[in-house]
């Protein structure tokens, strides 16, 4: 059991700090994207809400996958708060995992250390001399109720540490400022000027051709 533990501990679910990876797509096919919010269904209707991302008048499904239109605008400011996001979102990651191992450690701790049928930690020992007692004694278990109690912070820890780490996994400012900045990087592109050769018959010379 312990050697179990130990390896919950020592080897973290990979799933929840996978690294991210982003196609890079070309920058003079970007479009805008746009964002709505819609009411989240916990339960209670209307009472929350959450931001969906479209891009090209579809659904973003997943956050991350906006990387690879803000990577590929080359705008340094959004670029830079993606990265924040994806940085909390890792931290994010490796959080849930820890907390929900030291969770079912706590767990495993608390099960094998709960107190009798009477919700009473006692044991029964010999009858030490001196006491007037019939062969055996039941006294207070002291080292279980502080293995118990161990057992509930851990738990508690473990459930702190994956809410915060859950926290840090959904999409906030960082992704919104980021979308801001591709969105006005796009809108500023204006019309590029660059200089190409042209010839005809009558001349030859340097052209000034406008790109959208």
């Not at 029964?124 to 001196?130: E, I, L, M």
């Not at 080292?143 to 459930?159: C, F, I, M």
């Not at 969105?183 to 030859?204: C, D, H, V």
Request: with cysteine; charged share 15%.
């Amino acid at each position: 059991m312990k050697q179990f533990l130990l390896l919950l501990i020592l080897c973290p679910i990979r799933i929840w700090a996978q690294t991210d990876t982003l196609t890079p797509i070309r920058r003079d096919n970007l479009k805008l994207i746009e964002s709505d919010l819609l009411p989240a269904y916990n339960g209670r209707y209307g009472r929350n809400v959450r931001t969906q991302y479209t891009y090209d008048g579809l659904d973003v499904r997943r956050t991350k996958d906006l990387g690879q239109y803000i990577f590929a605008s080359g705008d340094p400011d959004a670029i830079r708060e993606f990265n924040s996001y994806i940085s909390s979102r890792k931290t994010g990651g490796w959080l849930i995992a820890s907390g929900l191992l030291s969770a079912i450690v706590g767990v495993a701790i608390m099960s094998s250390n709960s107190p009798g049928s009477n919700g009473k930690f006692t044991k029964v020992q010999p009858c030490p001399p001196g006491y007037l007692c019939s062969g055996t004694l039941t006294v207070t278990d002291t080292e279980k109720q502080n293995a118990y109690a161990s057992g509930g912070v851990t738990l508690l820890v473990g459930s702190v540490m994956a809410g915060i780490g859950w926290g840090l996994n959904m999409p906030g400012n960082h992704v919104r400022r980021s979308v801001q900045y591709y969105n006005r990087a796009l809108k500023q592109r204006g019309i590029s000027w660059q200089l190409t050769p042209y010839s005809s018959i009558s001349n030859s010379g340097v052209g000034l051709v406008g790109r959208f």
